[in-house]
Structure formats: structure tokens, C-alpha cells
């Protein structure tokens, strides 16, 4: 990921990390037909395992958070 982070950024590029809550992103996976979709429980550790990763390059280069959750518009 060092690699990675230092190609970025000797490039003038940035990383953009979209989030969601887990309950969203396993109802969207369901939505899509996904076979055997992770449960949420699942989800909720993976994406604590990506937000302490982009708090990590956060410290290395521009991290632009996204947050998807609009649960008024979510199907």
C-alpha cells in the first residue's frame, strides 16, 4: 500500500474512499442478486478494516471521504 499511496501523490492524485452503513451496502448487494452477499456483521468488520486503512494514508495523502448514506433515497 506504501507504494501505492507514494505513486498517488507523486502524480498530483488523491484517494477517494466511499462509505456507507454495512446495513445499506448489504441491501444493496441483495438488490443486485449478489450470490451469498456477506451478512452485516461481516461488512461492519470489512469496513472498519478500510476506514483505519484510509486513516492511515490520510497521514501520506489526500483522502476525500464520500458518505453514500441517504436513506431516504436508498431503495
Known sequence: MAALTRHVTDHGGIFVHVTAPPEQI??????????????????TQICARYDDLFRVI???ATVVGIDTNHPNKDP
Open 26 to 43: 448489504r441491501r444493496r448487494l441483495a438488490a443486485r442478486a449478489e450470490p451469498n452477499p456477506p451478512g452485516v456483521n461481516e461488512i
Open 58 to 60: 490520510a497521514t501520506l
